[in-house]
């Protein structure tokens, strides 16, 4: 197995991948932002959007690789301690159906609200060979973000729920048939994360329901996607984690951005509300899905 790592890591598309969010309910303000870096293809990688109920704009970019892993085109990641990080961006974000420019100034704080979830929890040896092309490591958090956004003119101040998702192996995009990856914060005691792989081989699911203080691992889920004009725009789930408990969930795409990741395959990341038990959650539900479909 540590040989098969070693090879892994070797591979031209070894990433790292770290990637955060929050959804600020009051302002109805969502954020999104990744930076990746593929060593061995002198390849990092950004995107970094913004989405409300007036806009929804981004930049996604790539540049060489340099001593400075985790900062990129104006997005910058520091941790500052266990749990902790700050996350800046000082730029511009586009809209280019609109063809509109938005200068942003953010400046946040996001800390973790629940011990970190290793997916090697959730699946077995097997499990773990089939999703060797898109991440052999994956680590899940839900936390709190609170700071500044300041979008041309205007300034916010954040106080939001959100997620933040770190992996490392082969990110070949086009290697699943799709994925999808869905967390939400129904408050700062009760959140869930739900990666749900689908390759040649079968279907991988993994993520947390984290309730009672605990991270519940889960191991299936049932997931009905209903689409309109090739964008989801709601689903329905039933997660089982290891004990047997079952949590069901409806699911509301609220409104989505699109990111072309290679010819095939295109990211469609929303932001969906959610209702388990009579309570309202927000966050992120992420599509990849052919551009087919």
Known sequence: MELNLETLKKHEEWNESYYFNFHDKKNDLTAFMRIGNKVNKNEKSMFFYVMSSTMTAGIKLETPCDDKPLSIAGLEYQEMETGQWDLKYNGSIFNPLEKTEFKVKMDVNWEALNPIMDYVECVDEKETEMSSNVASEHYEQ????????????????????????????????????????????????????????????????????????????????????????????????????????????????????????????ILIETLSKYNWDEKEGYGIAEFLIPKTV
Do not use: C, H
């Open 142 to 265: 839900f936390g709190k973000a609170q700071g500044t956004i300041e979008i041309d003119d205007q300034l916010l101040e954040i106080d939001a729920l959100g997620e933040r998702d770190l992996s490392r192996g082969i990110r070949a995009w086009g290697s699943p048939k799709m994925w999808m990856w869905i967390n939400a914060e129904f408050s700062q005691e009760e959140a869930f994360n739900i990666t749900k792989l689908s390759v040649e081989d079968g279907d991988i699911d993994a993520g947390y329901f984290y309730t009672d203080s605990v991270n519940e691992p889960l191991v299936k889920s049932d997931i009905d996607v209903e689409f309109n004009n090739g964008i989801p725009s709601s689903f329905s789930m039933t997660l089982l984690d290891k004990k047997g408990s079952e949590y069901s969930i409806e699911g509301e795409v609220v409104r989505f951005g699109m990111i072309p990741v290679d010819e095939k395959m």
